[in-house]
């Protein structure tokens, strides 16, 4: 037992990056920016950061591309399901590193997940706020705001079964810009997996010393969600955790 509880504070160490940390320190080209942990998630160490798409919002839209900077899981989740794998008799090298990655650590699920990005279109440029306002008009103009929730929610339905977007690769099916509010533009995603399953994702597009960051704090939906009329409930609570983890990061790097 002594042995099993040692493999699992081994092995949090190297799927868990630190959390005692306040902060991440990260570079974008040679402008340093630290990226703050919010309440309740710890850092993934890069190793174990679970497959997710790239998405960078530009004045053409969105474009599959980007510099991921961190990953942020819920700690009680992670540690618990470590905890449940040691109970079952893993030894050394079940719980090893080399054994379990980003591939199997995408697998479970962590609940919602936090994922810093940099733009990169925008990379070697500055962006002040004012030009940050100016890319989420430009976004909201060809957004999905006009089809209405109803629409784009019936056609998720028919594209999981019909299997249109099981293809090889994620898919966007929608976006709608929800609103500017400094110091972020903040913009619901809906998308679905290469495996079927449906993620919805509000992203805090912020502007962290002339660099284009953003947050985007997902969570997977069942079906079962949508038929029960939680969606809304979802996003709120999306949104409202965006909020906080994008007036945290410009706090952090005043």
Same mark, same amino acid.
């Given at each position: 037992?002594?042995?099993?509880?040692?493999?699992?504070?081994?092995?949090?160490?190297?799927?868990? $990056?630190?959390?005692?940390?306040? $902060?991440?320190?990260?570079? #974008?080209? +040679?402008? =340093? #920016?630290?990226?703050? $942990?919010?309440?309740?998630?710890?850092?993934?160490?890069?190793?174990?950061?679970?497959?997710?798409?790239?998405?960078?919002?530009?004045?053409?839209?969105?474009?599959?591309?980007?510099?991921?900077?961190?990953?942020?899981?819920?700690?009680?989740?992670?540690?618990?399901?470590?905890?449940?794998?040691?109970?079952?008799?893993?030894? +050394?090298?079940?719980?090893? &590193?080399?054994?379990?990655? &980003?591939?199997?650590?995408?697998? =479970? +699920?962590?609940?919602?997940?936090?994922?810093?990005?940099?733009?990169?279109?925008?990379?070697?440029?500055?962006?002040?706020?004012?030009?940050?306002?100016?890319?989420?008009?430009?976004?909201?103009?060809?957004?999905?705001?006009?089809?209405?929730?109803?629409?784009?929610?019936?056609?998720?339905? =028919?594209?999981?079964?019909?299997?249109?977007?099981?293809?090889?690769?994620?898919?966007?099916?929608?976006? #709608?810009?929800?609103?500017?509010?400094?110091?972020?533009?903040?913009?619901?995603?809906?998308?679905?997996?290469?495996?079927?399953?449906?993620?919805?994702?509000?992203?805090?597009?912020?502007?962290?010393?002339?660099?284009?960051?953003?947050?985007?704090?997902?969570? %997977?939906?069942?079906?079962?969600?949508?038929?029960?009329?939680?969606?809304?409930?979802?996003? %709120?609570?999306?949104?409202?955790?965006?909020? +906080? &983890?994008?007036?945290?990061?410009?706090? &952090?790097?005043?």
């Amino acid at each position: 037992m002594k042995r099993s509880l040692l493999c699992v504070a081994f092995f949090a160490g190297a799927v868990l $990056a630190r959390d005692d940390a306040a $902060a991440i320190e990260i570079a #974008i080209g +040679d402008t =340093k #920016i630290e990226l703050v $942990a919010p309440t309740g998630y710890c850092p993934l160490d890069k190793s174990s950061w679970p497959e997710s798409q790239l998405i960078d919002f530009t004045s053409d839209g969105i474009k599959r591309q980007g510099e991921r900077l961190a990953y942020f899981a819920d700690c009680e989740r992670v540690r618990s399901w470590l905890e449940r794998g040691s109970s079952k008799g893993l030894g +050394d090298k079940d719980l090893g &590193a080399k054994d379990l990655g &980003a591939k199997d650590l995408g697998a =479970k +699920d962590l609940g919602e997940i936090v994922d810093y990005q940099a733009s990169l279109q925008l990379r070697d440029q500055n962006v002040t706020s004012a030009r940050l306002e100016e890319l989420c008009t430009t976004l909201r103009k060809g957004d999905d705001s006009s089809k209405g929730w109803f629409d784009m929610f019936l056609t998720a339905m =028919k594209s999981i079964v019909m299997g249109k977007y099981g293809g090889a690769e994620d898919s966007t099916l929608t976006y #709608i810009v929800l609103r500017y509010e400094a110091p972020a533009c903040y913009i619901f995603g809906l998308s679905l997996m290469k495996n079927r399953e449906q993620v919805y994702t509000v992203s805090a597009l912020t502007t962290i010393k002339s660099k284009l960051v953003t947050v985007h704090v997902s969570k %997977k939906i069942g079906n079962m969600d949508l038929l029960k009329g939680n969606a809304e409930d979802v996003i %709120k609570h999306l949104l409202a955790t965006s909020q +906080d &983890a994008a007036t945290a990061l410009v706090d &952090a790097n005043q």
